[in-house]
């Protein structure tokens, strides 16, 4: 069970959070205050579910991203998975009404920005591993 979670992308459950929250209540709650914080400064932060749901997008990105470094079949897979989640999420950004909201396009920006950096640090990281192509950078 716990390999399993080796090749799964972290933000594939913040997509399905994002569904069991749309589909179990309504489209709205993301943008339903969940807590109000009262600021040094006098004013009230008024945290949406929204903004809790993209916090711990931007959480799985940064975690993500620094597991990309690894050059090992499971990080390959990883990859690839995140590739299809991110097709997949954008195809249901354009054809689902629900996915149609700036919270949903925030988190898939997030899945771009985690496919390409994981990616690049990949190849960078197997060329340094492997001590290759430097010629190829001259």
Known sequence: ???????????II?????FVGTFAGE????????????????AIWQVTWGT??????????YIEVSLSARSNAAQIVNHIFSMVIFVVSLVL???????????????????FVDVVAGFTISIRSARRD?????HLTH
Not at 33 to 40: R, T, Y
């Open 27 to 42: 489209v709205t709650i993301w943008g339903k205050v969940a807590l109000e914080i009262n600021m040094i400064s006098g």
């Open 14 to 18: 913040v997509v399905l959070m994002y």
């Open 130 to 134: 492997f001590g290759g192509a430097d």
């Open 93 to 111: 950004f354009f054809i689902v009404p629900q996915a149609g909201t700036s919270e949903f396009f925030l988190l898939i920006m997030m899945m």
């Open 1 to 11: 069970m716990l390999r399993i979670l080796n090749f799964m992308p972290l933000m």
């Open 52 to 61: 809790i749901l993209l916090t711990i997008g931007l959480v799985a990105l």
